[in-house]
């Protein structure tokens, strides 16, 4: 019998910076950062203008306000009901060309639901999304879907009779989202009550703004949060602002009266982060290598394609024989990578590389281990069965850039490689410069200017070199060491 969970969440607020974590039985499972001067744009409603549409592409890039225009897929576009094509109803059937949806020039209520990521600009959608505690409300639509995590059909069967009820017969459509699972009709009627005003303060907003200016804001990262994450299981919201536990007791008595003494202003000496160790957690996350209990250990790879996660041994030998050694290690592994995956917030394409295991019953029992472990994940996971190889294919829906993007910035030394050139690669590299500068133009004397660990192996173990070349070159070269160059970085001075 497993023993129960006990969930925590911990605000941290600062002047320019807001963390949000969720803490599962003591250990970090879950961060979100959000600052001032870079808050996402997931889920904001903008009036933008269609800057050019590309055929070849399907899509539309939309001007709307932001550093980069937005993609619009023809898919994203809300279309009208397509009665002269057979089977067509709305707005579903053959896709047409993106020119007969939108033109240039044309101005668009548009929807970010994607931030920028990279050199990507935001992914738009025209299928505006409206969500609140327990429903997202799509104005666009008339279906009424329910979270595919409330399993019950009885349950399924009565919140659809009840949203229905309340929404009456021209109401638009409506997602039942999961945390709905178990409440009572008036919680209900609230939500349907106050995305009915939104809507209205929306469409007045629609009318009046201008091309480039925001029609729709998402809530700031404490309400978001909650409104997202707090449920029954949640022992305790932790706030160590005053200010923003005022503004977040406020928002949870409107949405969620019945949660609201479990918030509590956090007035402690020590930083709250600090409390279960989740700030060096976060630092453990930036790192490529993870620990596990066992003596073996993950290696983490973030590129522009896929995540990578390979699972070692390391100094894991068992007590038993090897195959029940890789066995256990893969076991332990598939649940520390289901928890990095939420922790470091990876999506996309994630390849998990497992030991080999001889045993089917064991590549069974691994990937129920990960499926189980991924369950507590709110992103939507798709997990696929193991390769032959021994790698497991997955998927995790990501809308904002990774922990490790969102904290740091590539190298500059390296540009973001992870690797530098040896100090005998760039030695070999000076040496081809100073040949190359000779033959370009015409003077007496060259002084090399190059990182103290350069300089040192070309005086040293490259001074007979060095020589040779003076003579070959017919010319006085001086090198001088410079602090402030990295290892890669020289220069070829003509005197």
């Known amino acids: 019998m497993e023993s129960p969970v006990s969930e925590e969440i911990l605000i941290n607020v600062t002047p320019r910076e807001t963390r949000v974590a969720v803490v599962e039985n003591g250990m970090l499972q879950e961060v979100h950062v959000e600052r001032a001067l870079k808050r996402g744009y997931v889920g904001n409603i903008y009036k933008g203008r269609v800057s050019r549409v590309m055929p070849g592409m399907q899509a539309a890039f939309v001007e709307i306000g932001l550093e980069r225009t937005g993609f619009l897929h023809a898919s994203d576009i809300v279309r009208p009901a397509l009665v002269a094509v057979e089977g067509a109803e709305n707005g579903h059937g053959p896709m047409p060309p993106i020119g007969e949806l939108v033109r240039d020039g044309q101005e668009i ?9 990279g050199s990507k600009g935001a992914r738009l959608s025209t299928y505006l999304s409206i ?10 639509a008339r279906a009424l879907g329910v979270s595919a995590r409330i399993e019950d059909e009885g349950e399924r069967q009565r919140l659809k009779d009840t949203i229905a009820r309340l929404a009456g017969e021209a109401a638009p459509g409506y ?30 907003n629609m009318a009046r703004t201008a091309v480039g200016e925001r029609v729709y804001e998402e809530l700031a990262l404490p309400q978001r949060a909650l409104r997202d994450l707090l449920h029954e299981g949640i022992e305790k ?20 009266p019945e949660l609201a003494e479990r918030i509590e202003h956090y007035p402690g000496e020590r930083p709250i982060f600090d409390l279960y160790g989740a700030e060096d957690e976060i630092q453990r996350a930036l790192t490529k290598q993870v620990p596990l209990k066992s003596g073996g250990y993950l290696v983490i790879d973030q590129t522009e394609a896929m995540t990578t996660i390979d699972v070692n041994t390391g100094g894991y030998l068992g007590t038993r024989n090897l195959e029940e050694t890789v066995f256990r290690t893969n076991l332990e592994a598939a649940q520390s990578a289901a928890r990095q995956l939420r922790l470091r917030n990876l999506g996309g394409i ?17 990937l129920r281990t990960l499926e189980k472990a991924l369950a507590h994940d709110h ?25 490790e993007r969102q904290l740091c910035e590539p190298c500059p030394a390296c540009s973001g490689r992870g690797t530098l050139k040896t100090a005998e690669t760039v030695t070999y590299e000076v040496f081809r410069e ?6 370009q133009f015409d003077t007496e004397k060259l002084l090399v200017m190059a990182a103290p660990k350069v300089v040192q192996r070309i005086l040293e173990e490259e001074s007979g070199a060095v020589a040779e070349l003076e003579e070959f070159v017919g010319k006085t070269i001086r090198f001088q060491p410079e602090e402030h160059y990295s290892q890669e970085q020289f220069d070829v001075v003509l005197l």
Not at 176 to 187: L, Y
Not at 238 to 252: L, P
Not at 350 to 366: G, N, S, T
Not at 434 to 439: L, S
């Open 109 to 117: 209520v548009v929807q970010v639901v994607k931030d920028p990521i």
């Open 131 to 140: 969500p609140s505690r327990y429903l997202v409300l799509l104005p666009h």
């Open 175 to 204: 997602i039942v989202r999961t945390n709905a699972e178990g409440q009572a009709e008036p919680a209900l009627a609230f939500d349907v009550a106050y995305l009915g005003k939104v809507w209205r303060v929306v469409q007045e």
């Open 237 to 256: 919201v932790r706030v160590d602002s005053r200010e923003t536990f005022e503004k977040v007791q406020r928002f949870v008595l409107k949405f969620m």
């Open 350 to 366: 994630i390849i998990i590389d497992f030991i080999d295991m001889l045993d089917p019953e064991h590549q069974r029992q691994v």
């Open 379 to 403: 992103a939507k996971t798709t997990v696929y069965a193991m390769s032959p190889l021994g790698l497991v294919e997955m998927t995790r829906k990501r809308t904002t850039e990774s922990l």
């Open 434 to 439: 100073i040949t190359r500068a000779v033959r």
